[in-house]
């Protein structure tokens, strides 16, 4: 049972371009969803979050999209540059204001930006 | 910002031998870290919650036998993988978020993973 899932295992994106990765989750008790990116034999490195309060989190050239109503996320780099290239996951959480909470994952987005 | 180290970060080892992994707060202390496991082209699977002082807490269908979770200190936890087979060769990662920090404050910080492989 995927709770979070990413439907694009990868994609390729021109230097400069914006990049759009999806995420879709069926479990409406997920309050907070986070983007980790990752390089390989490495840990996931947090990027950017928001709260199910809101619709959209920007934070330079990373923004996420909330659409509540249709569980939908979205990240957008703009300008995606080669540094970019990753996989990128997204993660979801529920009721952890004041506690660690644990995260479920997606199956991850492979990010190629190209010169 | 909030480091987690984990160790080591590569290890080979026999079939039906135990091998330990560490995972350690460097710069602040953690009542709870998660132990998570991905497979190749898969998504981090959560194992466990590994709590300070108590038991952990193991996601269903993974063997509290096989994969035994010390939380000693407010700033290591330790996962052994027991009696280890070639099955059990994967990416290894823990996570830990500052104490009362929340989720919403401090996203989860991930030390760098173990790749264990078996043969």
């Known amino acids: 049972d995927q709770q979070v899932k990413q439907n694009s295992p990868s994609l390729s994106v021109q230097e400069g371009r914006i990049s759009i990765l999806n995420c879709d989750y069926t479990?409406?008790?997920?309050?907070?969803f986070l983007w980790y990116k990752k390089y390989p034999a490495e840990g996931p490195t947090f990027l950017i979050s928001?709260?199910?309060?809101?619709d959209k989190n920007e934070d330079g050239r990373f923004t996420v999209f909330l659409n509540k109503s249709a569980k939908h996320l979205s990240l957008h780099i703009v300008p995606s540059q080669p540094g970019d290239s990753a996989v990128y996951f997204c993660?979801?959480?529920?009721?952890?204001?004041?506690?660690?909470?644990?995260?479920?994952f997606g199956t991850g987005t492979r990010l190629q930006v190209t010169l | 910002g909030a480091v987690v180290s984990q160790h080591p970060s590569r290890v080979i080892c026999k079939s039906g031998t135990s091998v330990k992994i560490e995972c350690r707060s460097l710069?602040?202390?953690?009542?709870?870290m998660f132990w998570y496991r991905q497979f190749p082209k898969q998504s981090l699977m959560l194992m466990a919650t590994?709590?300070?002082?108590?038991?952990?807490?193991?996601e269903q269908g993974v063997e509290k036998d096989k994969f035994l979770i010390n939380h000693a200190s407010l700033t290591l936890s330790t996962l052994t993988v027991t009696s280890a087979h070639p099955e059990d060769s994967s990416f290894y990662i823990c996570?830990?978020?500052?104490?009362?920090?929340?989720?919403?404050?401090?996203?989860?910080?991930f030390g760098n993973g173990t790749r264990l492989t078996v043969t």
């Open positions: 996570s830990a978020t500052p104490i009362g920090a929340g989720i919403q404050n401090s996203p989860l910080h």
């Open positions: 479990n409406s008790m997920f309050d907070y």
């Open positions: 928001i709260s199910s309060i809101k």
């Open positions: 993660a979801a959480t529920f009721g952890g204001t004041g506690t660690a909470s644990k995260l479920t």
């Open positions: 710069d602040f202390q953690a009542t709870t």
């Open positions: 590994s709590n300070e002082g108590s038991k952990a807490t193991y």
